[in-house]
């Protein structure tokens, strides 16, 4: 294995072409990160390069491809200006609290600002062992990789917050879990990496100092208006709860279970973040889990919000000695701000599923005639995805119907429902097909799809599946003809019943 680049090999007229870093986080107090370049890998070879997520941040796609370009997003090389550090973060996995968890497989080469101003977080994950792996070993396999790289495009293209990825490299080297698989490493763009995790490791330790310093940080990358207030970090945290309530409804509206929602997992940008065990409902059920770690369904579906609203309560309790000097001035102060989260998610996730119904007003019985159409696609394994895009067919003539009522075991039960909206319906403004569509994606990775791709990309080095399916879905919103496959619910023998977290 190489040895650890750190000089400059690159040549000065390509100075202009490589990334510029501007390494904020690397400027704060030491004990918040460690200091240490990525490990080397054997033979780094570009899988895929997101080129149009390059432009986005001003980064040259030609450069990236380069040699030198892929030796940096492989690790093998640290580009000047890059300061490479592992950050330290806390956690609650699965309720248990671990006060020390940090990047165990990821290091921050820097960040870059964007031409519109915007600063980003440039992430290598898989790179190596850190003073935070505990026994693991610091790497991540091709598969997993892939996963998150489409998981993360397909977020995008729905308009969610997210990380993203800039590219894959495959490592030339073996990842051991139980088997042996080929190795990879994701570039992750993040509008920052700071998590509730972030936020405990400190408050854990009594540091009321580096909390202070993680408020401002937090402020300066995700809201700045906070700093204006009277009580900068009671707006901070208002503003975190507000994304993560809008988040999650996001989440929900599309069909997509995170899988592990641990503190650690969960952004104050209000990106969405490591995508492991992740998966989107095929057949609608809010009980529903992928995760194979997560035995007790504490992550299922519908129990999404009531974790979100708990992890914030975790970043609560660490804000409590910079909110107020009195204490229980603090505490009713942070209660408010929590309170705040179940309307705010309540009202996204309203008027997103009034929205997927084509009704653009909130009028009497409308929560009503959501719940009972829910009820019934619960009851009847309706494909979460296909009965919200058919109902746009349904809505512009009633012969859409039979293509909607098909999804339910039992067809009468989407007729007993179809009466009600019907009425509603009429009560809106003609033409609410293409505002359906616009909203219900014809397309989600669905888990027979990516694991397809996944297994192509892994078992016969076949990245053609991988990229077809990137392809669809960039444009989750259009029908797509010829791709029809790529909207279908698994058949019984496709099913993926179980997501596993890759680690
Ligand atoms: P995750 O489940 O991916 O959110 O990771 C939880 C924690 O485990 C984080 O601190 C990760 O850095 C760490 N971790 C996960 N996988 C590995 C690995 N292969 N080597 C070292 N640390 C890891
Ligand atoms: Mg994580």
Known sequence: MPDTVTADPIPLSETGRRPVFDNSYARLPERLFARLPPTPVSAPRLLRLNTGLAEMLGLDPDWLASEAGVAMLAGNLVPPGAEPIAQAYAGHQFGHFNPSLGDGRAILLGEVVTPAGLRHDIQLKGSGPTPFSRRGDGRAAVGPVLREYIIGEAMAAFGIPTTRALAAVATGDHVFREDALPGAVLTRVATSHLRVGTFQYFAARRDNDA??????????????????????????LEGVVARQADL????????????????DNCAISGETIDYGPCAFLDAYHPETVFSSIDQQG????????????????????????????DEETSLSLAQEAL??????????????????????????GDEDLVQDLLVRMAANQADFTLTFRRLADAAEAEVGDAAVRELFADPAAYDGWAVGWRARLAREPAGRAAAMRAVNPAFIPRNHLV????????????????????????????????????????????????????T
């Open 248 to 263: 999650v409804a996001r989440w929900m509206l599309v069909g997509f279970i995170h899988g592990v929602m641990n503190t």
């Open 298 to 325: 504490r992550y299922a579906y519908g129990n999404q919000p009531g974790i979100a609203h708990w992890n914030l309560a975790r970043l609560a309790e660490c804000l409590l000695p910079l909110i107020d000097a």
């Open 211 to 236: 909390l202070r310093v993680l408020v401002e940080t937090a402020i300066a990358r995700h809201d700045p208006a906070a700093a204006q207030a009277t009580n900068p970090t009671l707006a901070l």
């Open 451 to 502: 694991e397809e791709a996944l297994s192509a990309a892994v078992q016969r080095d076949d990245l053609a599946p991988f990229e077809d399916l990137l392809a669809v879905l960039a444009r989750p919103f259009d029908d797509q003809p010829g791709r029809e496959r790529f909207a279908l619910p698994p058949r019984p023998e496709e099913r993926v019943t179980a997501t596993f977290c890759g």
């Open 339 to 364: 309170a705040g989260f179940a309307p705010r998610f309540g009202t996204a996730w309203r008027d997103g599923l009034l929205r997927k119904l084509g009704l653009t007003t909130v009028q009497d």
